[in-house]
């Protein structure tokens, strides 16, 4: 905290590029360099490199008004890099571009943090950005840090109900757990619902919970294909959304719960259709439970 904030050995990518717009590419991507007083031909080498890692070759004399919103971001992060500071820091630097764009670039950056080995601090509200691009995560909500963890343990063991709400899409469902045995707990949904999920040792019999189930996590078939086992759910399927490399269903086991179920891959499975009546199984290492 004592060192003045033009002293750190840091650099940064803006949300909104922050490219000089009275600069060409060559001179906004060389303006670090220039500032630390280095000599031109460093200044050209350092730049040719970082043009040629981004893929900026032939646009070097190019203005910013000429460029697209990805070669922008491109000329943003390239005047982060080739000042080789140890520490770079990204705010959002790809929410203004399309998701096409977004996912190019979002590719680029871990593809050059990889190749650089360079620590990057990013900030982002896109979960599966975070989940892509990410060696370890900080999940934050009003400015406390909720859990820390790589994508993988964020993703499949969430320890708070909004890390399990905020980070890709679930299904939560209130329960109360009726028995333990084990890691195992019997949790009912209400009206003689009721589920079975694995739980650690915060969960006690009688008490409140919430049920967090990934729609991909749940496997669906209807009544006339099989029988309802004791521990499946059954339920009325009201909507079919087809979502390309899926199909997305929306299931009624009561009056009031609904759950999503996502088959990915549709072409190997038959379409159910609407108004059918259908099985529900859910694993329970596939549920996660979490104390209210």
Not at 116 to 138: C, F, K, N, P, W
Not at 245 to 264: A, D, F, P, Q
Request: net charge positive; hydrophobic share 40%; glycine share 8%.
């Amino acid at each position: 905290n004592d060192i003045p904030a033009w002293e750190r050995s840091t650099a940064f990518v803006f949300q909104s590029y922050a490219v000089w717009p009275f600069m060409n590419v060559f001179n906004n991507i060389a303006y670090g360099l220039r500032l630390r007083k280095m000599p031109k031909n460093q200044i050209k080498e350092k730049v040719n490199k970082v043009v040629r890692m981004l893929g900026l070759d032939g646009m070097e004399k190019r203005r910013p008004d000429q460029l697209s919103g990805g070669q922008l971001q491109r000329v943003a992060l390239a005047r982060a890099l080739v000042v080789e500071s140890p520490v770079l820091l990204l705010d959002e630097p790809l929410s203004g571009l399309d998701a096409k764009v977004r996912v190019e670039v979002r590719r680029e950056i871990r593809r050059l943090q990889k190749m650089l080995g360079i620590t990057m601090v990013y900030v982002t509200h896109d979960q599966e950005e975070a989940l892509v691009i990410s060696d370890r995560i900080a999940v934050m909500n009003k400015g406390m840090v909720k859990q820390i963890g790589s994508p993988f343990e964020i993703y499949s063991h969430p320890r708070t109900a909004f890390v399990a709400s905020f980070v890709g899409t679930t299904n939560s469902i209130e329960g109360k757990v009726l028995s333990k045995k084990g890691n195992i707990a019997v949790m009912e949904l209400g009206k003689g619902l009721s589920i079975k999920g694995e739980v650690d040792e915060r969960i006690k019999e009688g008490q409140d919970v919430m049920l967090f189930i990934r729609p991909q996590d749940i496997e669906i078939r209807t009544v006339i294909q099989s029988g309802k086992l004791p521990t499946e759910l059954e339920g009325n399927l009201f909507q079919i959304t087809f979502v390309g490399n899926m199909i997305r269903y929306e299931v009624r086991i009561s009056e009031e719960g609904t759950l999503t179920v996502e088959v990915h891959n549709p072409r190997k499975y038959k379409i159910l259709k609407e108004g059918s009546r259908v099985i529900i199984n859910i694993n329970p290492g596939s549920v996660t439970v979490i104390p209210c």
